[in-house]
C-alpha cells in the first residue's frame, strides 16, 4: 500500500464522513483584525492558494498557527510538516484544535503535495499546509497547477509556508502572498507582497500575543 493511500485511509479514520467544513459564506476571516481589514472582503476567498513567507524567526509559523486557529474552530485541517518543524505546544498555545488537525511528517515534498492534492480532491479536509520553510528547489509547475485545480473546485484553502526570497513557489500560482517580518518578540509586520484579492504593497502590523 503507498503513501498516499496509506493517508486516505488514516483520514477516514480520523474524520470519519469526511468532515468538510469552510464556514458559512464564501470568506474565511482569519479573526486577526489588521489582516482582515486590508482585504476586500475582509477575508481570503475560499478556493485560493496562500503563501506566508519571511527569513528564519521572522514569526511566520506562529501567524499561521493564529490563522490554524480559526481554521480548526470551524473543521479540519491537514499539517505537512515537510521540514520537521511543528511543535504541538506552541500550536495550542496560540489556539490551534489538535483534534481537528492531522500532522503529517514526509521527507518527501513531491509525496506530501500529490497527498494534499488527492485529500482535497476527495473533500477530506477544508484545508491542507505544506510547510516548505526549509526547501530550496522549485517546486514542479505540472504539481502545482493540480493542487490549485483541486484548492478551486473544493473551495478549500492551501497555504505554503516559506522562507522569505526562497521564490520556490512561483507568483503566478499563488493568489495571496504575506510577507511577515519580526519588529519585536511580540510583533511582525505584514506586507502584501502579491495578491489577486486585494491591492499589494499594504503593509500592517499584528500581536502575535499580548
Not at 484544535?97 to 500529490?114: C, P, Q, S, Y
Not at 505554503?160 to 510583533?187: A, G, K, Y
Request: hydrophobic letters at 40%; charged letters at 20%; glycine letters at 8%.
Amino acid at each position: 500500500m503507498d503513501t498516499v493511500t496509506d493517508l486516505k485511509n488514516m483520514m477516514g479514520k480520523k474524520w470519519p464522513g469526511a468532515v468538510f467544513r469552510n464556514g458559512n459564506g464564501s470568506v474565511f476571516s482569519t479573526d486577526i483584525e489588521p489582516i482582515d481589514a486590508l482585504l476586500p472582503h475582509r477575508g481570503i476567498p475560499f478556493g485560493q492558494m496562500i503563501e506566508l513567507t519571511g527569513p528564519p524567526s521572522s514569526g511566520k509559523t506562529s501567524l499561521l498557527y493564529k490563522m490554524l486557529a480559526k481554521i480548526t474552530g470551524q473543521g479540519s485541517a491537514v499539517y505537512f510538516d515537510l521540514s520537521n518543524s511543528f511543535f504541538p505546544s506552541a500550536a495550542t498555545y496560540y489556539g490551534v484544535d489538535i483534534n481537528h488537525l492531522a500532522v503529517v511528517k514526509t521527507g518527501e515534498v513531491l509525496t506530501g503535495m500529490r497527498a494534499a492534492e488527492i485529500l482535497l480532491e476527495h473533500k477530506k479536509t477544508a484545508c491542507v499546509v505544506i510547510d516548505l520553510a526549509d526547501q530550496k528547489k522549485i517546486l514542479p509547475m505540472t504539481l502545482l497547477h493540480r493542487l490549485r485545480m483541486q484548492t478551486t473546485r473544493s473551495k478549500g484553502l492551501t497555504i505554503f509556508l516559506t522562507e522569505n526570497n526562497s521564490h520556490i513557489i512561483p507568483s503566478s500560482i499563488v493568489s495571496l502572498r504575506l510577507s511577515i517580518n519580526r519588529l519585536s518578540r511580540r510583533q511582525v509586520e505584514i506586507e502584501i507582497t502579491k495578491s489577486r484579492i486585494s491591492k499589494e504593497g499594504l503593509k500592517t502590523r499584528v500581536m502575535l500575543y499580548d
